[in-house]
């Protein structure tokens, strides 16, 4: 592997003079050169001036012989005489000269201005020669800045096409003179104190020369200060508009100094609130209304916060907030805020032209006046004592057009309503029909010996009456009413415990009487008790079973006939021990009692009803 062997910078400067370092000597070139003593060898400039022989010689710093006998006899040589000066990398070394300038630029298709001022700082570096120029930011002033020119040099500007090889020097520059820089015309109005100073005692500058010299007035740069001022929270200023919560905070983190008063009451309350129910009364105006609200007091910063409270199907839109947290004035245009001593229970504060009634509060706000020697008075009630009307829906006559189902439909429900439900219990009855012989009742003769059929369909309540035809009647028989569903002269429907043999019935301004009705009716009924109470067997049995004895005194007593009963004398002898039963009630004990449909039956089976054991069980029909 080959041996490290680093090269040593050979060049140094002491004092301001250019020296050759002395190389280093290795171990085999130590051994075999004898060694120098401290004494002999030099170390500041002087010295090394005592051991140069000639001053004019420069050939130490070109010459390869002399720098190999310098090595030899571990002698240094100056590269330089000592009328030589410094070079200008050495001795301009960090110098920057700062100039204030500024170049106009016309401003196009714009009512705020016409020319646009630029301001720069232009830096010009003494060792080289070098310009860099450095436009002045500033805010939200919608163009590019920062870097105008990197550092290079820069020609002069000259008529012709082509670049002069000429570059500006520390001369070209003077206060209230201009330069052209790449087309652009710099004005220079002032310089820093060190370029002043650099300028006055090596280029012979007069002061009165380098004298500051203000910049123009630029409008643009005054509107755009202006507006930032307003934006920027610049104390004393007004702005007309309300700062956001957060922006004191992010500039306190920013370092922006704050109130030690506030900060001391955030630390001793932090963030306690005084809460409050107050009571909005606006009932006297147009739409006004009875609205309640929390107000919330921010001891911390004496600032007030309100919050609607709304209440179940109230048909208000839910708003988060009455009042921002803010300090709440008490007049408006009014220096004056409200603060907790201002608040209490009873008393009326100003909230933008709203008059609300401070009612309630909580325990830490009650505790909290309490401590501070200021007791509050009770709560007060927020019930409303007016009284809710109580809106009734009122449903419109039937008028006939359709079935009255969908007409509710279309008063209870919505713009497209469904179809009417039908009653699932009443699905069990499609097909059963009750068929009722029935008499007109009327004061004309011709309608005397018209007889009718009325039929009650059990499935959804629905009557229909056909008139049998007769010969040479004068009238024509048929559908007398289609099939449709009918109401009392009260408003309420016929229902099934309506129709029995014996009632008055009333459709479209006929009545009509049920003089009978056929077999399969009669069953229907016997055998539905709850539906047809008329019909409950159980019921007249146990009422005749009381008047055992007097039927048995009616037939030894009174009863004149042959021992034969018809329906009539049946009827005859219930009015006579004093029940009174109507034609239906009449017609279920006698088909007990005349199971063969013969028309008379002897006494003794009436006897035989009326005793403990009935004849025969009723009647098995399917439901």
Same mark, same amino acid.
């Given at each position: 592997?080959?041996?490290?062997?680093?090269?040593?910078?050979?060049?140094?400067?002491?004092?301001?003079?250019?020296?050759?370092?002395?190389?280093?000597?290795?171990?085999?070139?130590?051994?075999?050169?004898?060694?120098?003593?401290?004494? $002999?060898?030099?170390?500041?400039?002087?010295?090394?001036?005592?051991?140069?022989?000639?001053?004019?010689?420069?050939?130490?710093?070109?010459?390869?012989?002399?720098?190999?006998?310098?090595?030899?006899?571990?002698?240094?040589? /100056?590269?330089?005489?000592?009328?030589?000066?410094?070079?200008?990398?050495?001795?301009?070394?960090?110098?920057?000269?700062?100039?204030?300038?500024?170049?106009? !630029?016309?401003?196009?298709?714009?009512?705020?201005?016409?020319?646009?001022?630029? %301001?720069?700082?232009?830096?010009?570096?003494?060792?080289?020669?070098?310009?860099?120029?450095?436009? %002045?930011?500033?805010?939200?002033?919608?163009?590019?800045?920062?870097?105008?020119?990197?550092?290079?040099?820069?020609?002069?500007?000259?008529?012709?096409?082509?670049?002069?090889?000429?570059?500006?020097?520390?001369?070209?520059?003077?206060?209230?003179?201009?330069?052209?820089?790449?087309?652009?015309?710099?004005?220079?109005?002032?310089?820093?104190?060190?370029?002043?100073?650099?300028?006055?005692?090596?280029?012979?500058?007069?002061?009165?020369? /380098?004298?500051?010299?203000?910049?123009?007035?630029?409008?643009?740069?005054?509107?755009?200060? !202006?507006?930032?001022?307003?934006?920027?929270?610049?104390?004393?200023?007004?702005?007309?508009?309300?700062?956001?919560?957060?922006?004191?905070?992010?500039?306190?983190?920013?370092?922006?100094?704050?109130?030690?008063?506030?900060?001391?009451?955030?630390?001793?309350?932090?963030?306690?609130?005084?809460?409050?129910?107050?009571?909005?009364?606006?009932?006297?105006?147009?739409?006004?209304?009875?609205?309640?609200?929390?107000?919330?007091? #921010?001891?911390?910063?004496?600032?007030?916060?309100?919050?609607?409270?709304?209440?179940?199907?109230?048909?208000?839109?839910?708003?988060?907030?009455?009042?921002?947290?803010?300090?709440?004035?008490?007049?408006?245009?009014?220096? !004056?805020?409200?603060?907790?001593?201002?608040?209490?229970?009873?008393?009326?504060?100003?909230?933008?032209?709203?008059?609300?009634?401070?009612?309630?509060?909580?325990?830490?706000?009650?505790?909290?006046?309490?401590?501070?020697?200021?007791?509050?008075?009770?709560?007060?009630?927020?019930?409303?004592?007016?009284?809710?009307?109580?809106?009734?829906?009122?449903?419109?006559?039937?008028?006939?057009?359709?079935?009255?189902?969908?007409?509710?439909?279309?008063?209870?429900?919505?713009?497209?309503?469904?179809?009417?439900?039908?009653?699932?219990?009443?699905?069990?009855?499609?097909?059963?029909?009750?068929?009722?012989?029935?008499?007109?009742?009327?004061?004309?003769? !011709?309608? #005397?010996?018209?007889?009718?059929?009325?039929?009650?369909?059990?499935?959804?309540?629905?009557?229909?009456?056909?008139?049998?035809?007769?010969?040479?009647?004068?009238?024509?028989?048929?559908? &007398?009413?289609?099939?449709?569903?009918?109401?009392?002269?009260?408003?309420?429907?016929?229902?099934?415990?309506?129709?029995?043999?014996?009632?008055?019935?009333? &459709?479209?301004?006929?009545?009509?009487?049920?003089?009978?009705?056929?077999?399969?009716?009669?069953?229907?009924?016997? $055998?539905?008790?709850?539906? #047809?109470?008329?019909?409950?067997?159980?019921?007249?049995?146990?009422?005749?079973?009381?008047?055992?004895?007097?039927?048995?005194?009616?037939?030894?007593?009174?009863?004149?006939?042959?021992?034969?009963?018809?329906?009539?004398? #049946?009827?005859?002898?219930?009015?006579?021990?004093?029940?009174?039963?109507?034609?239906?009630?009449?017609?279920?004990?006698?088909?007990?009692?005349?199971?063969?449909?013969?028309?008379?039956?002897?006494?003794?089976?009436?006897?035989? /009803?009326?005793?403990?054991?009935?004849?025969?069980?009723?009647?098995?029909?399917?439901?």
């Amino acid at each position: 592997m080959r041996p490290r062997t680093p090269k040593h910078q050979s060049l140094n400067f002491v004092n301001g003079y250019m020296m050759v370092n002395p190389r280093r000597l290795s171990d085999h070139s130590a051994a075999s050169t004898p060694m120098v003593s401290l004494q $002999n060898r030099p170390m500041t400039a002087s010295a090394v001036m005592k051991e140069t022989t000639d001053p004019n010689d420069v050939t130490g710093r070109y010459s390869f012989a002399r720098r190999r006998v310098d090595r030899t006899e571990n002698k240094i040589s /100056l590269p330089f005489c000592a009328k030589s000066s410094l070079p200008l990398f050495i001795k301009h070394d960090r110098r920057v000269l700062l100039f204030d300038a500024y170049f106009e !630029e016309d401003v196009q298709q714009c009512a705020i201005e016409t020319t646009r001022l630029h %301001k720069c700082e232009i830096f010009f570096y003494v060792e080289d020669g070098t310009i860099e120029i450095i436009q %002045k930011k500033l805010d939200n002033s919608g163009m590019p800045q920062g870097t105008f020119l990197r550092r290079s040099k820069v020609p002069k500007h000259i008529q012709s096409s082509e670049l002069s090889t000429e570059y500006y020097g520390v001369d070209d520059f003077h206060i209230g003179s201009d330069i052209v820089i790449y087309s652009r015309n710099f004005n220079i109005v002032n310089c820093n104190e060190s370029t002043r100073q650099y300028l006055f005692e090596n280029h012979g500058r007069d002061m009165n020369d /380098l004298a500051a010299r203000p910049f123009p007035r630029d409008q643009f740069a005054e509107v755009v200060k !202006e507006k930032m001022s307003r934006e920027s929270g610049k104390p004393g200023v007004n702005r007309n508009r309300k700062m956001h919560e957060l922006k004191q905070i992010m500039e306190s983190m920013l370092g922006k100094p704050t109130s030690m008063t506030d900060r001391g009451m955030f630390l001793e309350c932090g963030s306690k609130a005084l809460c409050f129910d107050i009571v909005w009364d606006d009932r006297e105006r147009l739409y006004g209304d009875l609205q309640f609200f929390r107000l919330q007091y #921010f001891l911390a910063d004496d600032t007030i916060e309100i919050l609607p409270v709304h209440g179940k199907l109230d048909g208000r839109d839910h708003f988060p907030k009455l009042l921002n947290r803010s300090k709440l004035p008490k007049h408006k245009d009014s220096n !004056e805020f409200y603060t907790w001593n201002d608040l209490a229970i009873g008393e009326t504060i100003n909230v933008y032209g709203r008059s609300m009634l401070i009612a309630k509060c909580d325990k830490f706000t009650r505790s909290h006046y309490e401590s501070e020697g200021i007791p509050l008075d009770l709560d007060m009630s927020l019930e409303q004592n007016e009284d809710v009307p109580v809106l009734h829906r009122i449903i419109p006559p039937y008028n006939g057009f359709g079935s009255e189902e969908d007409s509710l439909r279309s008063c209870t429900g919505g713009l497209n309503p469904p179809p009417p439900k039908r009653d699932i219990a009443k699905q069990s009855r499609i097909g059963i029909v009750l068929r009722f012989n029935a008499k007109l009742l009327s004061d004309k003769d !011709e309608d #005397f010996r018209r007889r009718f059929v009325i039929q009650y369909f059990m499935e959804d309540d629905t009557i229909s009456i056909m008139e049998p035809p007769v010969r040479n009647s004068g009238l024509m028989g048929g559908k &007398f009413l289609r099939r449709q569903v009918q109401k009392k002269p009260d408003g309420s429907r016929y229902g099934p415990s309506d129709m029995h043999v014996g009632n008055e019935v009333e &459709f479209v301004c006929h009545k009509f009487i049920l003089l009978n009705a056929d077999e399969y009716s009669y069953r229907i009924m016997e $055998n539905d008790d709850r539906t #047809f109470p008329f019909s409950n067997f159980s019921r007249l049995h146990s009422q005749l079973m009381e008047k055992l004895d007097d039927i048995k005194h009616y037939f030894v007593a009174s009863y004149n006939g042959d021992g034969m009963l018809d329906i009539d004398e #049946f009827e005859c002898c219930c009015k006579m021990i004093n029940l009174r039963f109507n034609k239906q009630e009449l017609i279920t004990l006698w088909r007990k009692i005349d199971r063969k449909g013969k028309g008379r039956v002897t006494f003794t089976k009436l006897i035989k /009803l009326a005793s403990d054991v009935p004849i025969h069980a009723p009647f098995a029909c399917a439901r």
